[in-house]
């Protein structure tokens, strides 16, 4: 029986190793990173329009990839999905930012969208974004119990547009 322990556990520890999520961060100046962050931008290379990331993740499945960025900049705090398919260039997908205010509902809807989104690239959503699908359940919640309230910054694509 210890036997069989000793060798379950290098197993073990070898196919968590295999399960974990592939997830990194582009390091600075690498041609992935200036491609994210050129469409961050929108074109804007003034040394204001400057960010300082607090999280900056990307996972590449087969021919698609999928990035999470959080941090600030000049108008305030944000975060953002981007995805790439194929050759095709980064495009922001997903976002919230300070500003403005949506509704609980609005906002129930768009953080849902991100759990599918992540979900399909076979990612546990917390993985990518810590406390996404609580704070999802928490909108849906907020929505059905106060819907007038208004709960979340501005977003930006997601379910009920094209991020522009």
Do not use: N
């Not at 070898?14 to 990173?33: D, H, I, K, N, V």
């Not at 990331?53 to 981007?82: C, I, M, N, W």
């Amino acid at each position: 029986m210890i036997r069989l322990r000793t060798l379950a556990l290098p197993a073990l520890a070898l196919l968590l190793t295999a399960a974990a999520p592939g997830l990194y961060t582009p390091p600075p100046g690498s041609a992935e990173r200036s491609a994210i962050l050129k469409v961050l931008h929108h074109g804007d290379d003034r040394p204001a329009a400057r960010f300082t990331f607090r999280t900056f993740k990307v996972l590449h499945q087969g021919p698609r990839a999928l990035a999470y960025v959080q941090g600030s900049g000049e108008v305030g705090d944000f975060e953002a999905l981007l995805e790439q398919r194929g050759a095709g260039p980064w495009r922001k997908v997903w976002g919230v930012s300070d500003g403005g205010s949506d509704s609980c509902e609005a906002g129930a809807r768009h953080y849902a969208w991100a759990v599918r989104l992540i979900q399909g690239y076979g990612l546990a959503p917390d993985t990518l974004i810590p406390g996404i699908t609580a704070l999802a359940r928490d909108l849906a919640r907020q929505a059905k119990t106060e819907p007038e309230l208004q709960c979340v910054g501005d977003l930006d694509g997601g379910p009920d547009g094209d991020p522009g």
